[in-house]
Every structure is written in structure tokens, then in C-alpha cells.
């Protein structure tokens, strides 16, 4: 990964540093990220071997040195303390083993300014969150459903900057911002954040200030941010490398109950060419949600120079350039999955009666989950 910056600091780095390496080329780094409990203290690094063989000795060296490792389980709960030799981390694994280490350095690291950020209080006009005990009354502007507000996290940082949900003790019943045209003074800054998503497919919108029009192209929320090669729905590999993730919710609310299905919203930023405040006019367009905004004054800029993601290198019709036997039996496997499903409906004594028994309402249900 190559970032470029225009922020000067006297401690330089080489042109090309490592965060994190290892040793062996079959132990491969699965995440890293900060520990839930100690917070900027501690890593959590979570590693696996991929060929399905012993691999022993095995080196973790991190960019700075490491002082402590203790290897955890899943919930980032302790197990044992590792030995640190020479600030690096030894250790053997089993075929197809993963584990997961807790790490801290050994000296603290500086901590290199934040940008300088404002959260905005927007003006919410609509209902858009629901908690378990009480989802039959809200849909949130058309999608069908309404948002967990347990998944709701009020302290949410992103790049080092932080965004601001509806809280339920503000005393307004509005929880999120559906675009009217409404106008939002921002504070002095040269970029605005804001979290938003579409719940009827993609929308193409403006946001203004002072003389100018800028466009955006705001993806719908039930939108993933890429898609697998799966035959049995014809279904090609895509990514879209351009969307900025924003916030997931793993399910959603139904006056019928939860519903196993994701909630996407994505980044979006604008930058403000101006060093006085400014007001912006958002689109009328009530297909378009805003969760969160937050104003930054940039201290630098800076950004990849390579790319994140994988990219499907061509356009294909993958169910045309596979082999038929394949065809056959990847779609024999999703016949048997949803004639499995459809079984397990009528075991389950759902839909009793000679309207609602039989096979169109069974094949309904297994796909929409629902209970009628």
C-alpha cells in the first residue's frame, strides 16, 4: 500500500516502511486493528495458515518495537502471555490454524495531530431508527423497513474523526435527514463529511454553496460494496472501488420482526473552497438519507496511490464461460437449498389453510422470510 501526504514531520520515514510482516509466506495476516479495551494501547492482529501445514518459528515484526504479546481468542479475551524476543513475536502454527495475538509496543508513539473536526447538529425531519421492542410504527421514507437503534454507536470515529448519531435522550422524536432542500451553515472548514444512503435505488443529486454545484451519486443502502461470481443466481464478481463505507447495520426492523437483511450506508465528502463560513443547500430529493455530518479543517492532504480492492480486470458473462457440468451442479445445490427450505416451512405448521399452504406461497416465503 503507497500513501502520499504533504504533511511534514521531522521524524521521517524511508521511502518504503512496513507496518507489519511475517516471516513465512503461508501465514497469512487475516486483520489487524486497535483492541476493543485498551483502545490507541494495543493491537489486535489475527493470522492463519493457508496451505495446511505445520509451520514453525515463525516471525511477526511490527513497524515499531513490540513490547508485550498475549495470544486471545475471538473476543479479544487473554489466554496466555507470549515471549518478545528482540521486539519481535515467534510462533508455530498448525495446518489451517488461526490465532489471534494482543499486541502493544514497547515504547509509546507519538501521536501525530488530528484534524481538526466539528459535528453538526442537522436538522432531523424524519423517523428512521426503532428498537426491538417497538419496530411496527416506523418505516424509514420508503424502504420497507426501519434501522436497529441497538446497532447505534453514539462515539463513532472514522479516519480519526468522529460523527454524531441521533441520540434518544435529545428529546426529538427525528431521527434522521431526509434531503428537502434544507440549507446547513457549516463552521469554517475545508471539508464536509456526511453519511448517507438511498432507499430506492441510485440517486444522482447536487449540493451547493455559494456559486457552485456539486454532484453526487448516492448509492442505495441495500447496495454492498461488492458482489461474488455465484452462477446459481447469475451472478458476476464487481467491485466498486470508488464507494467510501460509511455505516452497516446487520439487520433491519420489519413490523413482523427482524429480517436478516444489511443496511449500508456510505461516505461522501465535499470540499469547501472558501475560508468563510458557508451554507449548503442539500437536494430535494426524499429518497436520500443522512445519518451523520462532520466538518473538518484539514491539517494536510494526503491519500492511497494504490488501490484497496480487488477489480474485475474485463467484462464476462460468467455463467456463458464456465462448464456446463458446473452449471448442472451449481444449480442443483441451490434447488436442493431452497426445496430444503420450503420443507422446513411446511414442518414448521407455517401458513396452515388452503390459501396460504401451498407450494407458490411456501417458494414466497423462503425467499421473503416472512411468517404469514
Known sequence: MCITTDYRNKRSLKDSVSFCSISNDNVIVRAIKFCEEDGDNSFIIRVNEAIGKEQRNVSLRMLGEIGEATLCNALEESIKKLNVTNGRLRFNMKPFEVKTFKISYADKAKTIPSERYETINLPFNAQGFTRDENMRHVILQGSGFSLPREQVNDRYYMGGIRYKFHREDDGDRYDVLVCRGQKIKLPVCTRVY?????????????????????????????????????????????????????????????????????????????????????????????????????????????????????????????????????KIIDKADFLTIRAGKIQDQRNSGKGKGIKRDNIITNIIRSYTKSEW
Open 194 to 326: 456526511f453519511i448517507a444512503g438511498s432507499t430506492a435505488g441510485e440517486q444522482d443529486i447536487d449540493i451547493c454553496y455559494g456559486n457552485k454545484k456539486v454532484p453526487f451519486k448516492i448509492q442505495p443502502i441495500d447496495q454492498p460494496v461488492s458482489k461474488w461470481d455465484m452462477a446459481a443466481f447469475n451472478q458476476v464478481a464487481d467491485v466498486n472501488d470508488n464507494l467510501a463505507f460509511g455505516y452497516e447495520f446487520t439487520h433491519v426492523h420489519h413490523p413482523e420482526g427482524n429480517i436478516a437483511k444489511k443496511a449500508q450506508f456510505y461516505l461522501y465528502s465535499l470540499a469547501i473552497l472558501s475560508d468563510k463560513r458557508v451554507t449548503i443547500q442539500l437536494p430535494e430529493n426524499n429518497r436520500v438519507v443522512i445519518l451523520s455530518m462532520t466538518a473538518i479543517k484539514e491539517r494536510a492532504k494526503g491519500g492511497l496511490a494504490t488501490k484497496m480492492y480487488d477489480t474485475v480486470s474485463q467484462d464476462y458473462d460468467f455463467y456463458n464461460d464456465i462448464p456446463p457440468i458446473d
